[in-house]
């Protein structure tokens, strides 16, 4: 860690700018190397409206050939699994439509709940005031994250009794009632390079910026679903997503 800082600070690139300019497809722009025929824009307001544009695109390329997301499978599951046969689905019960392709068929039966699940699925990421302190105390203040409020505002807030408990009692809304705030619901598109100097509109990676509080939030849910998982002893021992295990070392030992 500390010797990549160095190296980036030897280079200049401690801090990384935003994207300035993309290549977006045109048919009477520049010809790339590619074979294609780009036009460079560093306009914001016509970079930002063709992001906007391009974007709804990658979430939603599979809706036109995913049999989940069509005609009956769609009525019965739903968008968000909250469709009325989503039940039978976990009960291994559920008939899938005449016509419906092997691979769906056996994507659905893999989705019956297991025996053990019913045991495992009590998980509460609620937690205590030191507990929910110590979290942020281990957040990194780098961290991107959508809204006025980031990482290092709760970090500091957590130093001051009153800031922290206020903090504190608004995370617990998720937990304590289901309910999430409007500022959960917002976020904003992050684009990046996949490749150094490659600026074409399709070769861009798309990240989402949630709100640092729940960024938080969800990190609990995952470390408490974990720890039970561990505590059960259902865990495969050549799983190393868990504390004090890396990826390197699986690597190693295969």
């Not at 046969?85 to 291994?92: A, E, F, K, S």
């Not at 989705?111 to 495992?120: A, G, I, K």
Request: glycine share 8%; hydrophobic share 30%.
């Amino acid at each position: 860690f500390f010797m990549s800082k160095a190296v980036k600070f030897t280079l200049g690139k401690l801090y990384s700018s935003g994207l300035t300019r993309i290549l977006a497809p045109d048919s009477n722009g520049e010809l790339h190397e590619d074979g294609e025929r780009y036009r460079e824009i560093t306009d914001r307001n016509e970079l930002e409206k063709i992001l906007l544009k391009d974007n709804p695109c990658k979430y939603h390329r599979c809706e036109d050939y995913c049999e989940l997301l069509q005609g009956q499978l769609l009525d019965d599951i739903g968008y968000c699994g909250e469709g009325p046969r989503v039940p039978d689905i976990l009960n291994g019960t559920y008939e899938v439509p005449p016509g419906t392709s092997r691979g769906t068929q056996l994507f659905l039966e893999s989705m019956q709940r297991h025996p053990d699940c019913e045991r495992l699925s009590n998980i509460s990421a609620r937690s205590s005031v030191e507990e929910f302190t110590r979290c942020w105390k281990r957040a990194r203040e780098q961290s991107s994250s959508h809204g006025s409020l980031h990482n290092a505002h709760y970090k500091v807030g957590c130093e001051n009794k009153h800031i922290r408990h206020l903090h504190y009692a608004l995370s617990e809304v998720l937990f304590r009632s289901g309910c999430y705030l409007d500022r959960h619901r917002q976020g904003i598109d992050c684009m990046l390079l996949k490749k150094p100097d490659d600026y074409r509109l399709q070769k861009l990676r798309t990240i989402f910026l949630f709100d640092a509080e729940l960024n938080m939030n969800m990190g609990r849910v995952g470390d408490a679903g974990l720890a039970s998982y561990i505590a059960s002893g259902d865990m495969a021992d050549e799983q190393y997503s868990r504390p004090c295990r890396s990826a390197i070392d699986h690597v190693v030992n295969r």
